[in-house]
T-cell receptor, first 111, second 113 residues
C-alpha cells in the first residue's frame, strides 16, 4: 500500500498551548480518517473527511482535508491533559483491502 | 450493542507454544482487520477477512501466522511456535463496510517468555 507520512512524530506542549499534526500522501486520497489512542488503550475513531477542502470541528479539535486531497491536519486548540495520546491518520485503500495508518504523532501535555 | 470484543486481554506464552487470539466483531459487521503494534510504534496491518474468506493477508508473516473468520464464531489469529519477537499488542477492528469508520477492540497483549 501507499505510504502516509505523518509529522511530527512527537510533540510536547504545555497545557493551554495549541497542537497540530499533519498527514501527507503522495497520491490523491479518496478519504482520510483520524484516530486517537490513549496510552495503553486502543485506537478510537474520531472523524472521516471525504470532500476536497473539508473542515470539520469537534469542540477544540479541527480537522482539515487539503484541496488536492493529498494532505490532512488535526489541530487542537488549548490542549488539556486529557488530550494526551497518539493521533493516527488512516488512509483506507480504495479497494478496502488494506488500511494504511500513519506512524502517529505522540502528544504529551505538561500540566 | 457490544463493541468489538477481543480475548484474552493478556496472554503469556513460552517460546515454542501456540497463541490463539479471538475477535468478535460488532454485530452486523462483516469486515475484520487484524493489526500488530510493537511498543512505542504504529499499527501494522496484518490481514483483512470477511466471513469465511481471507481478502488480504499481505501483512502477515508467511510462516507460523494464520487467520480465519468462520461462518459462525469469532475471528481467530493463530501464532504457532511463538518467539520473543511476537510479543506485541494485537488489535482487531471491524466495520460495516469499507470506507467507513473502524471500531477497534481493546486488544490482546501477548508476552512471550
Amino acid at each position: 500500500g501507499q505510504q502516509v507520512m505523518q509529522i511530527p512524530q512527537y510533540q510536547h506542549v504545555q497545557e493551554g498551548e495549541d497542537f497540530t499534526t499533519y498527514c501527507n500522501s503522495s497520491t490523491t486520497l479518496s478519504n482520510i480518517q483520524w484516530y486517537k489512542q490513549r496510552p495503553g488503550g486502543h485506537p478510537v475513531f474520531l472523524i472521516q473527511l471525504v470532500k476536497s477542502g473539508e473542515v470539520k470541528k469537534q469542540k477544540r479539535l479541527t480537522f482539515q482535508f487539503g484541496e488536492a486531497k493529498k494532505n490532512s491536519s488535526l489541530h487542537i486548540t488549548a490542549t488539556q491533559t486529557t488530550d494526551v495520546g497518539t493521533y493516527f491518520c488512516l488512509r483506507p485503500e480504495t479497494s478496502g483491502s488494506r488500511l494504511t495508518f500513519g506512524e502517529g504523532t505522540q502528544l504529551t501535555v505538561n500540566p | 450493542n457490544a463493541g468489538v470484543m477481543q480475548n484474552p486481554r493478556h496472554l503469556v506464552r513460552r517460546r515454542g507454544q501456540e497463541a490463539r487470539l479471538r475477535c468478535s466483531p460488532m454485530k452486523g459487521h462483516s469486515h475484520v482487520y487484524w493489526y500488530r503494534q510493537l511498543p512505542e510504534e504504529g499499527l501494522k496491518f496484518m490481514v483483512y477477512l470477511q466471513k469465511e474468506n481471507i481478502i488480504d493477508e499481505s501483512g502477515m508473516p508467511k510462516e507460523r501466522f494464520s487467520a480465519e473468520f468462520p461462518k459462525e464464531g469469532p475471528s481467530i489469529l493463530r501464532i504457532q511456535q511463538v518467539v520473543r519477537g511476537d510479543s506485541a499488542a494485537y488489535f482487531c477492528a471491524s466495520s460495516l463496510q469499507t470506507d467507513y469508520g473502524y471500531t477497534f477492540g481493546s486488544g490482546t497483549r501477548l508476552t512471550v517468555v
